[in-house]
């Protein structure tokens, strides 16, 4: 009898951790309204502990990519789920901005960073070596559905549970569920294929660009500003869509709903990120991204009736995590498979960190202006300059890497 292929089991393993990862992260975004007036704190105090969120995240992303290039996934993503579970949960004891700032800020974004989507795109990648791409984003996809049903049921219960008891279920949930999935079923690296043909995919090639190679192409900081302002725009929609949404008349209950179908929207988009990255290359998805983001924006601008904010929302969400699965094919094609690790989780480094300054940003404009106009237009102007960036990006290796035996010299 035929035996599964594990790279399916590794691929709903990751698809289960980013589901539950996606869905805590995303209610903070739900929970901001309730959280100000219950806490008497303002949108841009609250949105600092999401800025400080990305910011730890995004450091710890570079040494969880040196720890998943070294040690066990199984391990790393554990660990790191543990500590998320406890950051999330704890949020329901929050009284103080501090607190707040100490639990969501740094403790399940240290969690967070360490079972995201770099460590587990690398999990993924490392076990499909055809449809990369397309294996990638049905992982990513877990995102999208996460919000979808997490944020949904949140917005359902919100009423009857309160936002306290919402973060402490989300703790619990993935105490019993994410980490024993993970200590049960990840694995590290694929083995090589038998000669029948059974088992999973060769071991990904072992030479290795120079470092300082890597820092000073042209392409990588291309490649790091098209990410930092994707970062940007992703983090201020989802940290002030819901806030936004119910200052211009859409009740709490739409509102959070809406939020949600975002997730829903996100799906298509990823997996028709991937399938596109494996057909033409990372490139084409990440301008449509783009492209699409500037009518969102120039929208929300011309127009704030709730017809319009749906359709910001919906088409905003279609774009939401079009370029996670291209962070793992884009340095996989430029650096090469043995800093996978590392330079994922510097893209994501980067994105994260721009993405604390748009969440912290909309705050700022809210209290300062009274609305959100002004990072619209910002937001718009952004999505033009991304997609002129993104045509110069060339997606091949940056400089022919060091030959891993010296004795047999690449041709």
């Known amino acids: 009898m035929r035996r599964i292929n594990y790279a399916w089991i590794i691929l709903a393993t990751g698809f289960t951790v980013l589901f539950f990862s996606s869905g ?38 570079p040494f969880v990519g040196r720890l998943v290039d070294s040690f066990s996934v199984r391990k790393v993503v554990s660990v790191a789920v543990i500590i998320a579970s406890v950051g999330i949960g704890l949020m329901g004891l929050a009284e103080t901005q501090w607190q707040v700032i100490l639990l969501y800020g740094i403790i399940f974004a240290i969690g967070n960073g360490g079972s995201s989507v770099g460590p587990i795109g690398v999990m993924i990648s490392r076990w499909f070596e055809r449809g990369r791409g397309t294996a990638t984003s049905a992982a990513m996809s877990g995102n999208a559905l996460g919000q979808l049903v997490i944020i949904t049921a949140l917005a359902s219960a919100l009423v009857h549970i309160g936002w306290r008891n919402a973060y402490i279920t989300l703790g619990i949930v993935n105490l019993i569920i994410v980490v024993p999935l993970v200590i049960a079923f990840a694995r590290p690296n694929p083995e090589p294929r038998h000669s029948d043909g059974t088992d999973t995919p060769q071991r990904p090639e072992t030479a290795t660009l120079p470092a300082k190679t890597i820092f000073t192409s042209r392409q990588l900081w291309l490649l790091l500003v098209v990410y930092a302002i994707c970062g940007f725009h992703d983090f201020f929609v989802a940290t002030h869509i819901v806030a936004f949404a119910q200052d211009k008349g859409l009740t709490a209950a739409f509102s ?7 997730g829903l929207l996100g799906l298509f988009g990823v997996m028709s990120a991937g ?7 990372s490139t084409h998805p990440t301008v449509l991204c783009f492209l699409a983001r500037i009518a969102c924006f120039a929208l929300i601008i011309l127009s704030q009736s709730a017809l319009a904010i749906v359709v910001f929302a919906l088409l905003y969400g279609f774009t939401f995590l079009i370029t996670a699965p291209l962070t793992v094919t884009f340095a996989g094609s430029m650096f090469g498979a043995p800093r996978l690790g590392m330079m994922s989780g510097i893209i994501n480094m980067t994105h994260h960190i721009a993405g604390g300054l748009g969440a912290l940003i909309g705050g700022i404009v809210f209290d300062t202006r009274g609305s959100y106009d002004a990072a619209f237009i910002l937001m718009l102007a952004l999505s033009v300059i991304a997609t002129a960036l993104t045509f110069t990006i060339r997606e091949r290796l940056i400089s022919q890497p060091y030959p891993l035996h010296p004795a047999h010299p690449c041709s």
């Not at 959280?35 to 969120?53: G, K, Q, V, Y």
Request: charged letters at 15%; glycine letters at 8%.
């Open 24 to 61: 805590s992260r995303f209610a903070f975004g739900l929970l901001l309204k309730p959280m100000s007036e219950d806490l008497e704190l303002s949108r841009s105090a609250l949105s600092l502990a999401a800025t400080c969120f990305m910011i730890v995240g995004a450091v710890t992303m």
């Open 275 to 281: 399938i596109l990255a494996d057909r033409f290359g």
């Open 256 to 262: 959070g709903t809406l939020y949600a179908f975002m």
